[in-house]
């Protein structure tokens, strides 16, 4: 791999191009831009969200993944210093590492995109209708079409090859519709050339095509793939989220068919696509849970989920919704004459059985597409066998060409929270690289002064038709001559797109010319376009907050779209309970909190290294606190991670930037993200010594330890039982000579006691043997398992295994194997035979288990563990290394048991979140904050309990009343830290506490206004 190492590059160019705009390329854009970086967001097809947003829910949490997936492609459109280049493709690359020039071309889409506002009225004008590649061929499309109902940016694209207007010089009803004159036929691609420092490769994957293998038949329109299926189970979807056989009704029975496209050499998809076992775990849940009654069933030659709480997941899919798990795979799909489905397969009995099923789902796997390959060979980087985007382990982000990263399933099969860790570790690596160049290209909004508040309200209210979306149901005339009534209305206009730019242009003159200074706006949702109408009051000088929406689309117009009369009668109400609360606005400005542009890293092993590595080579200073003498970590002892270790020790420990303290611990941590202090406490030889410390944020890299509990398989009581690091160790150095050699998985994990994975025991079991196996060539081994999960590309260690003779034999987790003496007794599942094996070593894969020390880092920090003892990230898809304590991070395996490569992308990822604060000269506090009168506050302290944020201390003040002062412990808000949830002002007793914006007289307004000027409505 190149060295990408990170000293930077003088006169580099301050801007990255992100290829890719699933989530992978999003988290890699918006980390970047936050970090003081230009950001270029390339993607070829028409909106950005890749393959996530055509999911329905997110294992293992069910989260609605367009729920969790819009915020986030919603900020990166609104980011000033991220551009977005949809529908568009990379042609070229020049230049070298910090001057690259990109060659892009835009694709034509024949729309104006200055003009179009994303009414759609042209989609239902539309009369050519091809297939849906959103929805997987599932339904139609029309020629002119949104990719896909939330898409971003909200511009409709014509499809050339199916247009009638391109094609035959007919139709045209897209253009004579539109009202905005959006449409030109004319228009052709645009090449344009852009300046960039680095490169980030995030192009994601394609699904496998089953296509390939005719036994599965997927040419019945009962066999589908796992992603159609998805749109199945999906509100959204073309069956409203109904699942249904192609005869419109519920099937009775559903299988799974795992592995297809993946674990298949003679296909060329020798490696496991990671994703398929838990996503079919997800889907049988999901049936389960809206029809209990449906009978589903998982076949799999493995089941992996190997993942963080995954295998919990599919263990309540089994116990509690009744899935069934089959321990064999269907080498086809069988069709009778009369349409009806049944496979066959291997039962427990080893007799071949024959089940019917209604419907069957297709566990496709993760593959390249051609673009990739194609991309690749302009850009000069390396692939490997399969496509994939080659990397080493020690640099898991690097391509083969310097200033050239990846991350996502670009650089191989993995799940979504993998994909997100590693695009904010590459984004790391590409600051590092450009950090001389770090805001010299950033855009800094220009802020208008503000006119002061006095006087009475003088409110202006704007009510949008959204093309046909309103106005078609809703008496838009009428709600404005409603609106224009109200008490202390100056004006009230009805526009055809509130959110046009010559709309926001009208608005801002409204405010100047009439003097406004409080505004409302009647259209759409606030969740995507109010911070779009704050922007445009703030440039006509109206502080932000004295803007209100009123949604009356999806609250009037869509939900009562067969009542105009009564969708009118309510946008009115809505209208008017704006205007009531509206009227108590106040301005609220948020704070400028001073910022330590220091990091704190806990933990000295691959983890905090790594972290500490990259902080340092992002600019800034960094402490990292080890509790031994030794760098290191878990795997110093181990020879073979030599070459990956030591070069990572030597940097930190001649780094300039980094200041390491051996035998030291963290204690008494206080404040909030930026300005946090603390105590470390360094036993130095017997002496203790205390320094007091600052910084401004903190990584938590304590990583965790193999389980080595006595009697476990008779380890510690039998010589010959040893667990994976310790024979590691030993054949590392190549000590030992053993003949007959047996490895127990899954000891003292997956059971009642550790129900969760340890990941990493089975590949490294496997790694293990082969290396033993090449020591000893005449040894016997066997690998007793439960599941081998040698998921991605390590399965090609256990192909490569059982190439040379090594033995796999699958133990029932019910019937663990006997260690008595020399002899390792067990019943093997797929013979059905008993077996007693002569042993002169057996090696146990032991757990991987929590620090027993994060017990006392969590509460120190305000961060929660999960029920393992490992630490609990605040979101396990979309934030894999935040907590909800901002300004702390959590990676490698603290947050769970992980392999030393991924350890190091997660490192990486932390160090890029941390960047995103310490690159800045301040912090913010949020405007709408909580706040206390505490001549009003008991210190009762109920605020301080329901607080998720930890922002509420109760400290000693100094209370006047009727001109005595006096000390009383009062609530404090830490406005650094304040979400402005409002928890508090709901616990609060005294009603001492008030949320901005939301303020009891605002609230008790718009309640009000419910009240009052009522109409009766039939």
Not at 125 to 139: A, I, N, Q, R, T
Not at 374 to 390: P, Q, T
Not at 711 to 716: A, D, S, V
Not at 757 to 766: A, G, L, P
Request: aromatic fraction near 8%; charge should be negative.
């Amino acid at each position: 791999m190149a060295d990408n190492n990170t000293t930077g590059v003088s006169g580099a160019v301050g801007a990255v191009a992100v290829i890719g705009g699933g989530i992978a390329g999003v988290q890699s854009a918006l980390d970047l831009a936050n970090s003081g970086y230009r950001v270029y967001l390339i993607e070829s097809k028409p909106s950005i969200g890749g393959i996530m947003a055509q999911l329905d829910k997110t294992f293992p949490t069910l989260d609605c993944s367009a729920c969790i997936l819009s915020p986030k492609l919603v900020e990166a459109s609104r980011h000033p210093n991220i551009q977005l280049m949809t529908y568009s493709e990379v042609v070229g690359l020049s230049g070298d590492v910090g001057n690259f020039t990109l060659s892009v071309k835009k694709k034509s889409r024949y729309i104006d995109p200055d003009k179009c506002v994303g009414c759609g009225d042209c989609i239902a004008k539309c009369p050519k209708k091809v297939d849906d590649e959103f929805e997987e061929g599932l339904s139609k499309r029309k020629a002119i079409y949104f990719q896909f109902t939330q898409a971003i940016p909200k511009i409709v694209t014509i499809d050339p090859e199916n247009c009638l207007m391109i094609q035959k010089g007919k139709c045209g009803n897209c253009k004579k519709v539109c009202q905005r004159d959006a449409v030109n036929y004319e228009l052709e691609d645009e090449v344009v050339d852009i300046p960039v420092g680095a490169v980030i490769m995030a192009t994601g994957f394609k699904a496998f095509d089953p296509k390939l293998l005719e036994a599965y038949r997927f040419d019945h329109p009962d066999v589908v793939t796992a992603l159609q299926f998805e749109r199945y189970t999906n509100a959204s979807g073309p069956f409203g989220g109904h699942i249904q056989t192609s005869k419109g009704v519920l099937p009775k029975k559903i299988a799974f068919i795992q592995c297809i496209g993946s674990r298949n050499p003679e296909i060329k998809k020798a490696y496991c696509s990671s994703v398929c076992c838990t996503y079919a775990v997800k889907q049988s849940r999901l049936i389960k849970d809206h029809h209990p009654e449906v009978d589903v069933a998982i076949f799999n030659i493995d089941l992996r989920t190997f993942g963080k709480g995954y295998e919990e997941f599919a263990l309540r899919a089994r116990d509690e919704n009744g899935v069934r798990f089959i321990n064999s795979r269907p080498s086809g799909v069988d069709v009778r004459d009369d349409g009806t489905l049944y496979l066959r397969y291997e039962g427990k009995d080893g007799e071949v059985a024959k089940e019917d099923f209604d419907l069957i789902v297709l566990s496709v796997g993760l593959d390249t597409p051609a673009s990739t390959r194609e991309l690749a060979n302009i850009l000069n980087v390396d692939l490997d066998n399969y496509g994939f985007v080659k990397t080493a382990v020690e640099s898991p982000t690097e391509t083969s060409k310097k200033g050239i990263f990846t991350a996502g399933v670009a650089q191989g099969p993995k799940d979504i929270p993998e994909s997100v860790a590693q695009a904010s570790g590459a984004a790391s690596k590409a600051g590092a690289l450009l950090n001389s160049a770090r805001k010299s290209l950033e855009i800094v909004v220009e802020i208008a002064p503000e006119t002061p508040v006095s006087g009475d309200p003088r409110i202006g209210v704007i009510v949008c038709r959204c093309g046909t979306n309103i106005g078609s149901v809703v008496d838009v005339p009428a709600v404005v001559e409603y609106a224009s009534t109200l008490p202390d209305v100056i004006i009230a206009k009805e526009e055809m797109y509130s959110c046009a730019d010559d709309t926001q242009g009208r608005i801002l003159e409204m405010i100047r010319d009439y003097n406004l200074n409080r505004f409302i706006v009647a259209a759409c949702t606030p969740r995507t376009h109010e911070p779009l109408f704050q922007q445009t009051c703030q440039e006509a000088g109206m502080n932000p907050w004295l803007f209100e929406f009123a949604n009356i689309r999806e609250h009037c117009s869509w939900i009562h779209h067969d009542n105009p009369e009564k969708a009118t009668a309510k946008a009115k109400d809505l209208v008017r309970q704006a205007a009531g609360k509206v009227r108590y606005y106040t301005p609220l400005y948020s704070q400028k909190l001073s910022l330590v542009h220091n990091a704190v890293v806990l933990g000295g092993g691959v983890a905090g290294l790594t972290v500490a590595n990259e902080l340092a080579a992002n600019g800034y200073n960094v402490d990292l606190i080890e509790k031994t003498d030794k760098l290191g970590g878990t795997i110093r002892p181990l020879q073979s991670y030599a070459p990956i270790l030591d070069p990572i020790i030597k940097a930190a420990t001649t780094h300039p930037k980094i200041r390491i303290h051996y035998n030291s611990v963290m204690e008494d941590v206080s404040g909030a993200v930026g300005n946090f202090s603390g105590k470390i406490i360094t036993d130095d030889g017997g002496k203790t010594t205390i320094s007091d410390i600052d910084f401004g944020v903190i990584v938590i890299a304590t990583g965790a330890h193999e389980l080595r509990q006595e009697g476990l398989f008779g380890y510690k009581e039998n010589p010959i039982v040893r667990t994976q690091l310790e024979f590691k160790e030993m054949i590392d150095k190549k000590e030992g000579s053993w003949k007959d050699l047996i490895f127990i998985q899954c000891a003292g994990s997956r059971n009642k006691e550790r129900p969760y994975c340890s990941r990493i025991c089975c590949t490294n079991s496997v790694k293990n043997a082969i290396q033993y196996k090449e020591q000893h060539p005449d040894a016997e081994i066997y690998i007793l398992y439960r599941d081998i999960r040698t998921y991605g590309m390590y399965e090609e260690s256990y192909t490569k295994a059982r190439e040379m003779g090594i033995h796999f034999l699958m133990y029932d987790e019910n019937e663990p194997p006997v260690v008595d003496g020399n002899v390792v007794k067990f019943h093997d599942l797929t013979t059905r035979l008993d077996f007693e094996l002569p042993a002169d070593c057996v090696i146990l894969s032991a757990a991987t288990i929590a620090e027993e020390g994060n017990h006392d880092v969590g509460p120190m920090m305000k961060v929660p563990l999960d029920k393992n003892g490992f630490f609990l990230e605040v979101h396990p898809k979309l934030r894999p290394v935040d907590f909800g304590t901002d300004g702390v991070f959590v990676c490698g395996l603290a947050q769970s048991p992980k392999f030393c490569e991924e350890t190091i992308s997660q490192a990486q990822a932390a160090a890029s979140r941390a960047c995103t604060i310490l690159s800045r000269e301040f912090l913010e506090s949020p405007a709408e904050v909580s706040r206390v009168n505490i001549d009003v506050c008991v210190g009762c302290g109920a605020c301080k309990d329901v607080c998720p944020y930890h922002a509420i201390t109760l400290e000693e003040q100094i209370v006047t009343k009727k001109g005595l002062s006096f000390k009383a412990i009062r609530s404090v808000i830490n406005p650094a830290a304040c979400k402005g949830c409002g928890c508090c002002t709901m616990a609060c007793p005294t009603a001492a506490i008030e949320q901005g914006h939301f303020e009891n007289k605002q609230l008790l307004s718009q309640v009000k206004s419910v009240f009052y000027f009522e109409e009766e409505v039939n």
